[in-house]
């Protein structure tokens, strides 16, 4: 009892350094706890959404033109597949997402499909969540039920209006209500939303039919992502030998479930989990660091004392528990405040984690989550605790009542004062480098960690800079100021004639993106991405080699060309449909997809491109871009701006009539597949003609509206997490040093009062005093900045498959700061050295 109460007075003692290990045993013990609870807290929302909506497991789609009655066979022969059923939905034709505009008439992308709420049941419960009254909703032209991503990260709720745009046309929805849903919630494979039957014949003008599957599998059947991508292959080659010919092109994006639905946005959440863990574990070396610091400073200082208790009679065993007491009470509770700290904050965290996957399945809390950091951390505390304080061991009486000096030792002289031509106060913090070796490793090691990590953070922040503009240099697409698609039948020589004859257009090329299969040991799925002349790009770029000139020659993503073997200058064999010819690697480039670059005329060796491509429109400077798109949209729009609603009673005879004979055009279009409708309509004695024009376009968009629509939620997310784990980060950097020039300047109080007396001024000894931290904070931080290099690399490659192409050079002003910012806090944290006072220590 007496021991723990000479542990409690040592805390009393030193409060200050008491709140500080208390504040960083909180905080690791709170990040270790997020970590944990919150590394699978994703999947497990996810789940929930499964199992409260009753969702089917699996769900895989045809276009319906590729679609055959004998693939039906596939799934019900199937040992594997259980409760099936067959629905349809609609997608857009070109491209899984579409122009959606808000109240202020700005556009944004969306990735959207559309079902019937018949064929939703087909897929789950359909349970739907709303303000709104039964009347309200009945009173709805154009209902539409949507996802609750839609409520939770655009903003939108029950009664708003919801716009979208394709083909040059409007459609305008009044939002119903919200629905939780486990497939089709994703970027990837779209946002299914719910629309009345009336509506949907209406939207099938624009957008195309798929024939889908939707089933669950036997348990054990998918445990994993892996399981997952070899299942869909294994659906694939049955679906090929029915049809006797490869699906290449015919089956983008068909297939998704659980673990496709959780890849993208849980594996961001689980990799920002791991970086909150790192910092979890410099905090905790941190701690120990200063723990073996303050233990043997207090040993130090308390020597005499010490030597007293001994001589009363207390064994050296007894005096090492005073030490272990106190830290493993300070352990306790900053465990128990980092417990209480992560409880409070669990609400907030699952509501991030809910917002950020767009569902709103309850988790439940995971208790272990909070013991095994607590456990750990107080063993970490107490083992450190119980290795330092066993010096006491060391000083029996005799010895401790000469301050530990147990014989005269005259050691060797290093840096010695006398031959010292340079500055003083230099010299005097250097010897003290060299006089504390074990502490300073200590600091190395702290400071090193807590470098890479805001080093890492500065790079994640690049990486996802402006909403996630930055990945447009590495997409492997043009970044024109528009991206047009027009209509089928019209060529890219009569596009690029069209367009040049634009004043405000400064270039035109063509894109078509398609996809290609690599022939190799293994088979690689890739994008094929095809110019006509890749001299006339501005945003493609090879790491190595060169650009493809001739229609033999490919540029491959580094990280296949690595995973499957090829280098420079070797051939590769790619197959689309049947069709398989050989091409030459000339160079590397670094994507964030999976893809190859490839000219025009090479894809024709493979499969004739009748049709153009993607339209990518450069303007010339100072062309209002949107004033351009508002003049292709009246240029070469549809006739029809919404065709969910009926013609206009208003206006004259001649607008009704023109209205009526655009709709019925729409109709033509897309029941009959026509692509070109003229009329002639005569009313007495005149004649009302008309009809769709050559070139009419079908979208409008641009690169970094799609990067947005993909990416700029989860580039927010991680800029801001970024920011707050390089604030917290360095804010331990900041208590570190605090901590440490405190307890030297205690421990040195008598020598820094000498030197004072002798003429040294406070200023000196604070030169002195960060002069002994500078040469070991310097090369922690520059290898810290090196280390983050191939970190950041890792990061890219798990994340996005490589080819990020973040800033490195900003590491070297990130390096700077950082020393500066070292600099700062031992130069403010050594100003205590004020407080000492040659009179006060005459006088003690």
């Not at 899984?96 to 087909?122: H, M, P, Q, R």
């Not at 990061?795 to 700062?824: D, S």
């Amino acid at each position: 009892m007496k021991i723990l109460r000479l542990s409690i007075f040592n805390i009393k003692k030193h409060k200050k350094e008491s709140i500080i290990l208390i504040f960083l045993i909180a905080v690791s013990v709170l990040f270790m706890n997020i970590a944990i609870i919150n590394k699978s807290k994703a999947g497990e929302i996810l789940d929930k959404a499964f199992k409260e909506t009753e969702s089917k497991s699996c769900i895989y789609s045809f276009l319906e033109d590729n679609y055959r009655t004998e693939f039906a066979d596939v799934f019900e022969e199937d040992a594997r597949i259980t409760n099936l059923d067959k629905l349809e939905m609609l997608y857009p034709n070109n491209n899984a997402s579409v122009n959606c505009k808000k109240e202020d008439g700005s556009l944004f992308n969306f990735y959207i499909s559309f079902i019937t709420e018949e064929n939703e049941k087909k897929i789950s419960n359909f349970s739907k969540e709303t303000t709104l009254s039964d009347d309200e909703i009945a009173g709805f032209e154009h209902p539409i039920w949507m996802p609750h991503y839609v409520e939770m990260n655009l903003g939108y709720k029950p009664g708003d209006t919801f716009v979208i745009e394709k083909g040059g046309k409007e459609y305008s929805f009044q939002i119903a209500g919200f629905y939780e849903s486990g497939l089709l919630t994703n970027d990837t494979g779209s946002y299914k939303c719910i629309v009345s039957e009336a509506d949907y014949d209406t939207l099938s003008v624009d957008f195309s039919r798929r024939i889908c599957f939707s089933f669950d599998v036997k348990e054990g059947t998918i445990e994993s992502l892996n399981d997952a991508q070899r299942f869909s292959n294994e659906i694939d080659k049955k679906v090929e030998e029915k049809t006797g010919k490869p699906l290449d092109n015919t089956l983008f994006d068909n297939f998704d479930d659980k673990y496709i639905e959780a890849d993208n946005r849980a594996s961001i959440i689980e990799i920002m989990m791991y970086v909150i863990a790192m910092i979890a574990v410099i905090v905790v070396l941190s701690a120990v660091l200063m723990i073996r610091h303050k233990i043997t400073n207090d040993i130090d200082d308390q020597m005499e004392s010490i030597g007293v208790l001994e001589a009363l009679g207390y064994k050296s065993r007894e005096i090492s528990l005073t030490y272990v007491y106190e830290y493993l009470s300070l352990a306790v509770i900053g465990t128990v405040i980092g417990i209480l700290i992560t409880i409070l904050s669990d609400p907030l965290m699952t509501s991030l984690i809910q917002t950020f996957e767009g569902h709103k399945g309850s988790v439940g809390f995971n208790a272990l989550g909070l013991v095994i950091p607590m456990v750990a951390v107080i063993l970490v505390v107490l083992f450190t605790a119980l290795l330092r304080a066993r010096a006491i061991k060391k000083y029996p009486p005799v010895v401790a009542f000469r301050k530990g000096i147990k014989t005269h030792h005259f050691g060797k002289n290093r840096l010695s004062l006398d031959k010292t031509k340079s500055n003083i106060n230099l010299r005097l913090g250097f010897r003290n480098i060299i006089r504390n070796k074990r502490q300073n490793i200590g600091i190395l090691i702290c400071i090193l960690l807590s470098s890479l990590s805001i080093a890492f953070c500065v790079m994640v922040a690049d990486i996802f800079r402006d909403s996630g503009r930055a990945f447009s240099s590495c997409s492997g697409y043009e970044n024109g100021d528009i991206y047009l698609i027009f209509n089928k039948g019209v060529t890219r020589d009569e596009i690029a004639a069209e367009l040049y004859s634009m004043e405000e257009v400064r270039k035109v090329t063509d894109m078509c993106v398609d996809e290609a299969t690599i022939i190799g040991n293994v088979e690689r799925q890739v994008q094929s991405i095809a110019y006509e002349d890749f001299k006339e790009t501005e945003n493609l770029f090879v790491t190595k080699g060169r650009l493809p000139e001739h229609d033999n020659e490919v540029v491959l993503k580094r990280t296949i060309a690595e995973s499957m073997g090829y280098e420079i200058g070797d051939s590769i064999i790619l197959r689309k449909g049947e069709i398989e010819k050989s091409y030459i690697i000339t160079g590397y480039t670094n994507t964030i997809g999976d893809l190859v670059l490839i000219t025009q005329d090479g894809v024709n060796r493979m499969q004739p491109l009748n049709d153009h491509g993607l339209t990518n429109v450069y303007l010339k400077d100072g062309v209002d871009v949107d004033e351009f798109r508002k003049k292709i949209e009246d240029k070469y729009g549809s006739s029809t701006k919404d065709l969910l609603k009926e013609p206009s009673k208003d206006g004259s005879l001649e607008d009704r009539i023109r209205a009526k004979a655009e709709q019925q055009i729409a109709v033509l279009e897309s029941e009959y597949g026509v692509t070109g409708a003229n009329y002639a309509i005569k009313i007495g004695d005149k004649m009302i003609t008309g009809g769709t024009p050559k070139l009419r376009i079908e979208e409008i968009t641009s690169l970094d509206a799609l990067i947005e629509s993909q990416l700029g939620a989860i580039s927010r997310l991680s800029q801001i997490f970024s920011y707050v784990m390089t604030i917290v980060v360095a804010i331990i950097i900041s208590v570190i040093l605090n901590f440490l020039v405190d307890s030297t300047i205690r421990k040195q109080r008598k020598e820094f009062g000498i030197e004072k007396s002798m003429g040294y001024t406070s200023r000196d000894i604070k030169k002195q005093i960060v002069s002994r931290i500078m040469p070991i904070a310097i090369p922690a931080v520059i290898v810290a900045v090196i280390v983050a290099v191939p970190l950041t690399e890792y990061f890219q490659i798990i994340a996005f498959g490589g080819g990020a192409n973040p800033r490195y050079w900003l590491l070297i002003p990130a390096a700077v700061v950082l020393v500066g910012y070292v600099y700062v806090s031992a130069y403010i944290s050594a100003g205590k050295v004020k407080k000492v006072s040659v009179t006060e220590l005459m006088t003690e």
